[in-house]
């Protein structure tokens, strides 16, 4: 089937990327979220991102404005039923996504795809709650979306092969790679990143090194873009705990336990960039290490 609407639910960090990347890919874009300064937030740094691609030569002006034109924000979420394709990326709480997609199936086109840009929940539960688990599936982006080459593609039990194949198209068609993923907790990329992640916390909380020393030593000495410090602020530490829960509750192995300092740092609100605070402190003029 041909996508030419995409709805995005849930306007944070990963749903503006969301949005940014499929306008500039030619579909029109319904962009809801539950409070409107997350929409204002959203649009805005979608212009500023838009601007830089273009300020540097990767888009053309027109294209620019084209893409900014094809974002429709809004408050109502069943103006998102209206879509081909609707990707949730909403807070990783499963709860959450189940009363959206709840919410959502009186008004859905039964042609509609669904999917969730979920970082591990099962695709099969989410599908299950749901009248149709043959057209739902994981979409599932990595941050910064603009950038980022892959997108995993995780079909849950019920998946069929036009949904699959739909998908696929739609992730060629922004240019990026569709890597296929089996429905087990947080899938390939989070599987490996994650604990890794959580090991850096733990790496801290018995002092073997300090923030700045980790960060360092698995930038220069395993050649990572951003320390797992740095890169758990960045993708945020509500979004990582949620993550290593899912990994730890599903799996039932407990080397999977969350560090308890992670913990720590999500009960203070000390969510990482999104709250300008965690490993790092970003409230002055550069980043600050908080231990
Ligand atoms: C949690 C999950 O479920 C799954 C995940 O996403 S896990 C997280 C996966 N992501 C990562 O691991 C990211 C690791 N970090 C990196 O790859 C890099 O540090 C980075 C790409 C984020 C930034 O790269 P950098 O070289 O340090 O900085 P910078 O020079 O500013 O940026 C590189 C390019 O990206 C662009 N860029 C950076 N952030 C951007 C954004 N949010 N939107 C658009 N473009 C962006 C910059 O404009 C720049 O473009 P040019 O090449 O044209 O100059
Ligand atoms: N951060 C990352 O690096 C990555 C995250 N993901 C996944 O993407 C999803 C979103 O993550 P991310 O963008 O980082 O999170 P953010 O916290 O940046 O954004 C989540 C947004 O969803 C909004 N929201 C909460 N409840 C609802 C609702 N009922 N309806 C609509 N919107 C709602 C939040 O509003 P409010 O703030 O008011 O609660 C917020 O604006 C998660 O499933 C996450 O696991 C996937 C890949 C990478």
Redesign the pocket.
Known sequence: MDIEKVGV???????NGIAHVMALAGYDVVL????QE?LDGAMETIRANLSRQSSRGKITEDEMNAALKRIRTTLK?PEIGLTDLVI?????RET??H??FEDLLPHLQPHTILT??????SITRLASRTDRPERFMGF????PVPVMQLVELIRGIATDEPTFAACKAVVDKLGKTAASAEDFPAFIVNRILMPMINEAVYTLYEGVGNVRSIDQSMKLGANHPMGPLELAD???L??CL??MNVLHDGLADTKYRPCPLLTKYVEAGWLGR?TDRGFYDYRGEEPVPTR
């Open positions: 639910i849930g306007a944070g960090q990963m749903g809801s979220d539950v409070k997350a979420l949730e990326a909403a807070t990783e959450i996504k009363a959206i969730s840009n979920t970082s591990s929940i599932h982006f990595m941050n960045f993708i945020g509500d979004t949620a993550i999104k």
